[in-house]
């Protein structure tokens, strides 16, 4: 999985600035890939296993800069073509094997900005508003046509999470009153964001529901990278779900290390300690000792723990009201 980076401030007025800077500097509005149809199942990939509760997953950078068929540049996944799709889909699988078992997933392809869009702000701000026009196409088309009104986990991963933010911004109160809890994993939530929306409220513990959960993870404060968590305010210590720095022991399943797991409060960075392998470095904005590409795979055994007790409790809450 790669990653991606830089907070989008989703109102029709930024999306519009957003649209005017892609087409007068970047020349890309004529050179969009086909839009997804998500009536089209070859734009999704689904696991339907008969569960109570669903994961919408959605998939952080897998897409470089490439020339398309009309042999100009390009910025955006195309997500009819199956070369593009490859690495897109192989996170998809990897992250619903890692974290999902037993519950129903639903992943789309949308066409998702290159990783070089973001070396500048302005630049990730005018690429995204293209791939969050996707990512919302899709999550209304799920809500409308697939869920059947089940509860849901929403969850995604860097450019992944940044649309999850957006989403709990359009979310409208029925749609919300079905979310199990929202995974922001490896970005931030600005104060912005949280003044748009009364949907993001911070996790407080293991099993509260309703809840967003997010963290970004650095052998020091020093290793941060500032597109992806500076201005954070929400965070969480996946390995004791407290909000305090209160330390916790991590055995890693990655690497022969038993990690010490300390949530820094001002920075809301998670500070690890005893990681011993050099972590491959993100090109362009990468910082050695920044753990960004292993935010999933360090955490994958507390993350699918706490995915399905938190479903559990939903299921089991939502049953006893009823009764």
Same mark, same amino acid.
């Given at each position: ?83 593009? %799709?490859? =690495? ?7 992250? $619903? !094997? ?8 639903? +992943? @789309? ?123 954070? %305010?929400? =965070? ?7 909000? $305090? !720095? ?8 990655? +690497? @022969? ?67």
């Amino acid at each position: 999985m790669k990653p991606n980076l830089k907070s989008f401030v989703a109102s029709t007025l930024i999306l519009l600035s957003a649209t005017a800077i892609l087409a007068s500097c970047c020349h890309q509005a004529e050179n969009l890939p086909p839009a997804p149809n998500y009536a089209d199942t070859t734009q999704w990939y689904i696991r339907q296993r008969n569960a109570p509760v669903d994961v919408f997953y959605i998939i952080s950078t897998e897409t470089g800069d490439y020339t398309s068929a009309n042999g100009l540049q390009c910025h955006y996944a195309d997500t009819y073509n199956d070369t593009l %799709r490859t =690495a897109m889909l192989g996170e998809m699988e990897g992250v $619903d !094997a890692l974290l999902c078992d037993g519950l129903n997933y639903y +992943s @789309p392809f949308y066409r998702q900005c290159s990783l070089e869009s973001f070396e500048t702000d302005s630049l990730a701000q005018a690429r995204f508003a293209y791939a969050m026009k996707d990512v919302g196409h899709a999550f209304d088309y799920y809500i409308k046509n697939l869920n059947q009104r089940r509860p849901f986990v929403l969850m995604g991963f860097s450019q992944g999470a940044m649309a999850v933010v957006e989403l709990l911004k359009q979310m409208d109160n029925d749609t919300y009153s079905r979310m199990v809890a929202a995974y922001v994993i490896g970005w931030h939530i600005a104060d912005s964001d949280l003044a748009a929306t009364s949907h993001i409220r911070q996790a407080a513990d293991s099993a509260d529901l309703g809840v967003t959960i997010c963290y970004n993870s650095a052998r020091h404060n020093s290793c941060a990278i500032p597109l992806i968590s500076n201005g954070n %305010r929400i =965070a969480i210590n996946p390995t004791n779900w407290r909000t $305090d !720095a209160t330390p916790a022991t991590l055995i890693s399943p990655i +690497s @022969p290390d038993t990690l010490t797991i300390t949530l820094d409060t001002t920075s809301k960075l998670l500070i690890v300690n005893g990681y011993s392998p050099n972590d491959y470095m993100l090109p362009l904005i990468g910082r050695q000792g920044n753990y960004h590409r292993l935010e999933i795979s360090l955490y994958r055994n507390v993350l699918r723990h706490n995915i399905a007790l938190r479903a559990n409790t939903f299921v089991k809450t939502k049953n006893n009201v009823q009764q």
